[in-house]
């Protein structure tokens, strides 16, 4: 099974580089052959409330997705 990845954007995060390195390279993955969704930031703890919803509806067992995290060391952690 392919893996989907969710690309969850702080926009906020680092005077706002979250969302400059998202518009850097948006294109790029957006133009890959893969299955993507965007969840971007509209208030604060916004980015951990999309991982803590996306990481408890996760199965015990192996999974296709792939969380990517774009933000600072906040938005990571």
Request: proline letters at 11%.
């Given at each position: 099974m392919r893996p989907?990845?969710?690309?969850?954007?702080?926009q906020h995060a680092g005077n706002?580089?979250?969302r400059e390195i998202w518009h850097k390279i948006q294109?790029?993955?957006i133009g890959l052959d893969i299955r993507l969704s965007v969840l971007i930031?509209?208030?604060?703890?916004?980015?951990?409330d999309y991982a803590y919803d996306l990481a408890s509806d996760?199965?015990?067992k192996k999974s296709n997705i792939v969380i990517l995290a774009?933000?600072?060391d906040g938005t990571l952690h």
């Open positions: 989907h990845f969710y690309a969850i954007i702080n706002y580089r979250g294109d790029y993955i930031s509209s208030y604060p703890g916004a980015p951990r996760l199965p015990d774009f933000g600072g």
